[in-house]
């Protein structure tokens, strides 16, 4: 009986083959050769199986750009002062790290990233420096401004790993990225500085700031955490 079974379904299988074949799906008889192990027109199966390549590579492409939830947790924001969650807060808004990018990090070091572009881009301070445009050397400079500050340092002892962190870690997963997202990070920080409506109320294009009548540490983690966990 179980042979019967399944010698019917390879004869439908078959029979879905060579529809196939008829009516020029190069797809569909692609997949319908590798599973029967059988092939009657080479350049139709050639066609449809390097559409089904193309396929899955563009599937496996916009896989890796998801953004993978940080993970960042509240108590790990809880170790960090007001003033460093505000320069988080101001550089969110003023960084744009790919997604790609994200996937590599730890928590606190996207942290470290946007903490350092909200106190170096204040003001536009940034384009005036001497901050390196090289992609490596510009994180570097990011995280000597960031790490410098001991809640930071406190964070990165403190906060749950998504990878290794002991020295050249990071740089061999950065080294990964590919030119284009590179780019987009450098790009992104020497954009001009975004002000708050705290800063320019007037401004269009200034960004909300939910302390603008207080100095909350808790309005800023909560914020920060939503964002960047993707909530």
């Known amino acids: 009986m179980t042979d019967l079974v399944v010698t019917d379904e390879f004869e439908i299988l078959v029979d879905q083959r ?20 059988v092939i009657e027109d080479e350049s139709l199966y050639q ?25 960042i947790r509240q108590k790990d924001l809880s170790l960090l002062s007001y003033p460093t969650l505000e ?4 550089g969110i808004h003023n960084i ?21 572009a909200g106190l170096l881009k204040r003001g536009n301070r940034h384009l005036s420096s001497e ?8 994180v570097s400079a990011l995280d000597r401004e960031a790490y410098s500050r001991m809640d930071i340092c406190d964070m990165r002892k403190q906060s749950k790993k998504r990878f290794p962190d002991t ?9 990964t990225l590919d030119f284009n997202v590179r780019s987009q990070f450098v790009n992104s920080f020497f954009a001009g ?3 708050s409506n705290r800063e320019e109320s007037n401004n269009p ?4 700031d939910p302390n603008i009548d207080g100095r909350s540490k808790s309005v800023y983690a909560r914020d920060i955490a939503r964002i960047l966990n993707g909530k």
């Not at 496996?60 to 953004?67: F, G, S, T």
């Not at 320069?87 to 101001?90: A, C, E, K, R």
């Not at 901050?131 to 510009?138: C, G, H, S, T």
């Open 18 to 37: 060579l529809e196939a074949l008829a009516g020029g799906n190069a797809v569909k008889y692609a997949e319908l050769c590798d599973e029967t192990g």
């Open 205 to 208: 294009c200034a960004f909300y």
């Open 131 to 138: 901050i390196p445009r090289r992609f490596l050397d510009l």
């Open 167 to 175: 020295s050249g870690e990071q740089r061999k997963r950065l080294l």
């Open 47 to 71: 066609l449809g199986h390097a559409e089904l390549i193309f396929q899955r590579r563009k599937q496996e492409l916009l896989i890796a750009e998801e953004r993978i939830p940080l993970g």
């Open 87 to 90: 320069s988080v807060f101001y």
């Open 96 to 116: 744009e790290i790919p997604n790609e990018m994200l996937n590599t990090l730890n928590p606190d070091e996207a942290i470290a990233k946007y903490c350092a």
């Open 193 to 195: 500085y975004r002000p």
